[in-house]
């Protein structure tokens, strides 16, 4: 089975300031790993996601993720933080073979302060 | 534009009403999901369904069923509501089946209260 933890459930940032979002993750097989954002009163959207090749990943909105399978973690960093950015963060991960489905982590409820 | 609309933003229904929550998707996807958010649990994968007439259970299917007479429409069913269903709900579609590796769009929830 997988799992995902997030390792921090609220995080308060200063506009402008990098920030870094904690993912780790468990599972015995092969995953693709996840970043989706939520932003207030809306459905989830995709980050970024890594299914193989380079180990960072980009995505929207200036975020990167890099994957470290001896660590287990697929963390979520930006180097500069907008007001904008104010949202609930989720990692997720899924098996490479026979899935249907995304595990979500609890999520980060990220906080950009002026 | 990819579109997944919940038919209800927000429903306020009485202990032991039937209550239907409903997702259409216009992007011919084959897999829909609804997903149950609640605060510090994150999402919880109620049912999914990956072709008409079919349907799998996730990890929390207890109270509910599902409807997917339609590609493009998959309904959630509470038989008879209680108060610790008051929740958001979640709808979701993809085009990817097996070896998951698709992005999920999501509708923007159906929030619901049992009194």
């Known amino acids: 089975a997988q799992s995902v933890t997030q390792l921090d459930s609220q995080v308060p940032v200063f506009e402008e300031a990098p920030v870094e979002l904690r993912c780790n993750y468990s599972?015995?097989?092969?995953?693709?790993l996840f970043w989706y954002v939520q932003y207030p009163n809306q459905g989830l959207q995709l980050l970024l996601k890594?299914?193989?090749?380079?180990?960072l990943v980009k995505g929207i909105n200036g975020f990167e993720a890099e994957f470290n399978k001896s660590q287990t973690s697929f963390h979520l960093r930006k180097p500069s933080v907008h007001i904008s950015d104010t949202a609930e963060y989720f990692c997720a991960v899924s098996r490479r073979t026979g899935a249907n489905n995304l595990f979500f982590g609890t999520g980060t409820r990220l906080t950009v302060i002026p | 534009d990819v579109k997944v609309t919940q038919s209800s933003r927000y429903l306020v229904k009485r202990t032991g009403e039937k209550v239907f929550l409903e997702c259409v998707q216009d992007m011919d996807h084959e897999n829909m999901f609804w997903y149950r958010q609640d605060p510090g649990l994150g999402l919880r994968l109620i049912y999914f369904?990956?072709?008409?007439?079919?349907?799998e259970k996730g990890d929390i299917p207890e109270g509910y069923s599902v409807s997917r007479e339609k590609k493009e429409r998959f309904s959630l069913i509470l038989e008879s509501a209680s108060t610790n269903q008051t929740s958001m709900y979640l709808c979701?579609?993809?085009?990817?089946?097996?070896?998951?590796?698709?992005?999920?769009?999501f509708g923007e929830g159906s929030r619901l209260t049992v009194l």
């Open positions: 369904s990956y072709d008409v007439k079919m349907k």
């Open positions: 599972s015995s097989v092969s995953v693709y």
């Open positions: 890594y299914l193989s090749g380079s180990t």
């Open positions: 979701a579609s993809s085009s990817e089946g097996l070896g998951f590796s698709g992005e999920l769009f």
